[in-house]
Nanobody, 121 residues
Framework: VQLQASGGGLVQAGGSLKLSCAAS????????IGWFRQAPGKEPEGVSC????????LYRESAKDRFTISRDNAKNTVLLQMNGLKPEDTADYYC???????????????WGKGTQVTVSS
């Protein structure tokens, strides 16, 4: 099983990044997928999650109207388009798969490796 996030980088405040999560080794379409992040010295927090068919999406309050999650079950990928980035969005971002809905950090079956997002002010 593998979940690999990519697309992170350094961006100025107000900029955009598109994160990608590539999955393999499990039946992707059977799992809800979430994006989580962890900043230094802080607890991990959920950013957004998307249901198996993509018809339901949830965002943490601070990400609403700025981030958009999507998935392509044919390609086993989930994207997170992040616009209007703020310094407080700086964190290690990683994707995860689970069967609970909403998908929280306690209902995860598979965790992926992260990609670093740094937003400068």
């Amino acid at each position: 099983v593998q979940l690999q996030a990519s697309g992170g980088g350094l961006v100025q405040a107000g900029g955009s990044l598109k994160l990608s999560c590539a999955a393999s080794g499990f039946i992707f379409e059977n799992y809800n997928i979430g994006w989580f992040r962890q900043a230094p010295g802080k607890e991990p927090e959920g950013v957004s999650c998307i249901s198996t068919g993509g018809d339901s999406r949830l965002y943490r309050e601070s990400a609403k109207d700025r981030f958009t999650i999507s998935r392509d079950n044919a390609k086993n990928t989930v994207l997170l388009q992040m616009n209007g980035l703020k310094p407080e969005d700086t964190a290690d971002y990683y994707c995860a798969a689970g069967t609970h809905w909403p998908l929280g950090k306690y209902g995860i079956h598979y965790w992926g490796k992260g990609t670093q997002v740094t937003v400068s002010s």
